[in-house]
């Protein structure tokens, strides 16, 4: 059984990001710079994940509103996916706890921790697709901050919802998730500049 609750927390993750990269793949082909959306770059260690393949010099000429909207894609895609589920976990009642529900759970939480990523660690340490914000209009990213901080809180209720036996386990990968993809990001963008 323990099993298969790591197989689909993994399958959560691994859609979460691969919807994620999607998102911007999307914008990206709306631009001419991508030919098929679904099919991008999430490796199995989940590290690195990208829209490629994009054609790099269709990329490089467009401007900072168009770049804005690529950016902006992935996170907004996770809240789509995390707001509207976090109302139906947090407010029904399930009659039974099974895979099915530890999947949905999972699912939500990581869609909402990935745009929390985003929206707060990657905000203030400037970093990942939060940069083309910046460079689009700086007064937005108080705007996504407060979003943030909202889905932080959504994150936090649902976790404290979940089932007792799973809150452990669910906040030791929530952390090292977190880690990962926020500051992680950080310490990216920070080695590319040198």
């Not at 699912?107 to 921790?113: G, P």
């Not at 809180?153 to 007792?164: A, D, E, H, N, Y």
């Amino acid at each position: 059984m323990i099993l298969a609750y790591l197989i689909l927390g993994y399958l959560a993750i691994y859609l979460v990001i691969w919807s994620h990269e999607v998102a911007h793949a999307v914008m990206y082909n709306r631009y001419g710079c991508k030919e098929n959306p679904f099919v991008v770059h999430v490796p199995l260690y989940l590290l690195f994940s990208t829209p490629a393949p994009v054609d790099e010099k269709k990329a490089q000429s467009l401007g900072a509103k168009e770049n804005y909207y690529i950016g902006i894609a992935g996170v907004l895609l996770n809240l789509a996916f995390g707001v509207p589920l976090f109302f139906v976990l947090a407010f029904s009642r399930f009659s039974s706890i099974n895979l099915l529900y530890y999947f949905a759970q999972l699912f939500t939480i990581f869609h909402l921790l990935e745009a929390t990523t985003y929206l707060v660690i990657n905000n203030i340490f400037l970093s990942g697709d939060m940069t083309a914000i910046e460079e689009y209009n700086p007064r937005l990213r108080l705007t996504y901050f407060v979003l943030g901080l909202v889905s932080l809180s959504m994150l936090t209720f649902l976790i404290q919802k979940s089932p007792r036996e799973w809150i452990a386990g669910i906040v030791i990968v929530v952390v090292i998730i977190a880690s990962a993809m926020g500051l992680g990001r950080v310490l990216f963008a920070k080695l590319r500049k040198k």
